[in-house]
């Protein structure tokens, strides 16, 4: 068995019906190797106070739900080792950017709404009886978007992306990343609706292209690609309808 340390855990705690803001406590955890940073608020709940409250659910990096700062950093908790930080202290925090609920659980219903706002389904180009069968699609085509597929709508770039914390209406690498998946999609044909997104006032050009979103998440997406992109496409379309108004980019 591994050998059994102890190391500090500063947890930053807010409780709406008491505290007036945010305030940090600090508790004693053993630990082993092989216990991740979930484990170690969990043995906090568990020991030290039962009031502490923080969201989880698969404890496999699949779900997306236990995401916290951690060492100021986003991440998913299930996956990050206390070993890795030992003997410094850990700090964690709920995630950066969005309303704090209570503890380490934050209000997600901006960001859901944003996930909503570009139609995260196919839109079949033309409909298809029963009788006609599926909507088939080659592997080369899926090969096309397969990268953001893997997104688990954990919202760490959310908390990464600096811009959000100064524009909050601005859709967001995520959800930028969810639309580029759709789009590619060789089934789908929403394509118009969605750039519209993409190219208005909250769109991909609110992006200062840090990169930091695609640094972060925990599943190689690279939304940071996915809003260059649509950047892009977005001033394509713009100049295209310029120069031809009857139509852009098709």
């Known amino acids: 068995m591994s050998e059994q340390k102890i190391i500090e855990i500063e947890v930053?705690?807010?409780?709406?019906?008491?505290d007036h803001a945010p305030?940090?406590?600090?508790?004693?955890?053993?630990?082993?190797?092989?216990?991740?940073?979930?484990?170690?608020?969990?043995?906090?709940?568990d020991n030290f106070?039962?009031?502490?409250?923080?969201?989880?659910?698969?404890?496999?990096?699949?779900?997306g739900s236990c995401g916290m700062m951690i060492n100021g950093i986003p991440k998913l908790s299930c996956e990050t080792?206390?070993?890795?930080?030992?003997?410094?202290?850990i700090s964690i925090e709920a995630l950066g950017n969005f309303p704090i609920e209570k503890d380490l659980?934050?209000?997600?219903?901006?960001?859901?709404?944003?996930?909503?706002?570009?139609?995260?389904?196919?839109?079949p180009k033309e409909p298809r009886t029963v009788e006609e069968?599926?909507?088939?699609?080659?592997?080369?085509?899926?090969?096309?978007?397969?990268?953001?597929?893997?997104?688990?709508?954990?919202?760490?770039?959310?908390?990464a992306c600096p811009h959000v914390s100064l524009e909050p209406g601005f859709v967001g690498p995520g959800a930028m990343a969810l639309l580029h998946?759709?789009?590619?999609?060789?089934?789908?044909?929403?394509?118009?609706?969605?750039?519209?997104?993409?190219?208005?006032?909250?769109?991909?050009?609110?992006c200062s292209a840090v990169g930091y979103c695609s640094e972060v998440c925990p599943k190689s997406v690279d939304p940071g690609n996915a809003v260059n992109i649509y950047k892009?496409?977005?001033?394509?379309?713009?100049?295209?309808?310029?120069?031809?108004?009857?139509?852009?980019a098709k």
């Open 81 to 89: 080792f206390i070993r890795d930080y030992y003997p410094r202290r």
């Open 23 to 45: 305030r940090s406590e600090v508790y004693q955890v053993p630990f082993t190797d092989d216990m991740s940073v979930l484990q170690g608020a969990q043995y906090i709940k």
């Open 133 to 159: 069968g599926e909507y088939l699609q080659t592997p080369a085509q899926f090969a096309e978007y397969i990268q953001y597929t893997s997104c688990i709508n954990c919202a760490l770039c959310y908390a």
């Open 105 to 123: 659980v934050v209000d997600l219903s901006g960001f859901i709404e944003k996930l909503e706002a570009i139609q995260p389904y196919i839109i």
């Open 12 to 18: 930053l705690r807010y409780l709406p019906e008491s």
């Open 49 to 63: 106070d039962g009031s502490l409250t923080f969201r989880w659910s698969c404890r496999m990096a699949i779900c």
């Open 232 to 248: 892009i496409n977005a001033g394509m379309d713009y100049f295209l309808r310029f120069l031809s108004p009857k139509g852009g």
């Open 181 to 206: 998946r759709y789009n590619m999609d060789s089934r789908d044909g929403g394509q118009e609706q969605r750039l519209q997104l993409a190219a208005s006032e909250d769109g991909a050009y609110n």
